[in-house]
């Protein structure tokens, strides 16, 4: 599996044009990106995120249950 990192200050000039296309209203976002994987398969993963670290942690666990349904209903087709 790649190296996953996380980078919450790297970026900032992104993060911040990010943060403030999403509006006043959004007070925490998370941002995961993946290089193209390499001969071997191998990819690196980096996660980004603006917010109360708690918060985006339940984003991200909320986002992988959403991803869990998803696959469990198109398995049940």
Do not use: H, T, W
């Not at 296309?21 to 990106?33: R, W, Y």
């Amino acid at each position: 599996m790649g190296k996953i990192s996380v980078k919450p200050k790297q970026g900032e000039m992104q993060l911040s044009k990010i943060k403030k296309a999403m509006g006043e209203d959004c007070a925490c976002f998370v941002l995961i990106s993946c290089s193209a994987p390499s001969s071997d398969g191998k990819m690196n993963v980096e996660m980004n995120y603006e917010g109360d670290e708690s918060l985006a942690a339940f984003l991200v666990e909320n986002a992988a249950q959403v991803f869990d349904d998803r696959l469990l209903q198109r398995e049940s087709k």
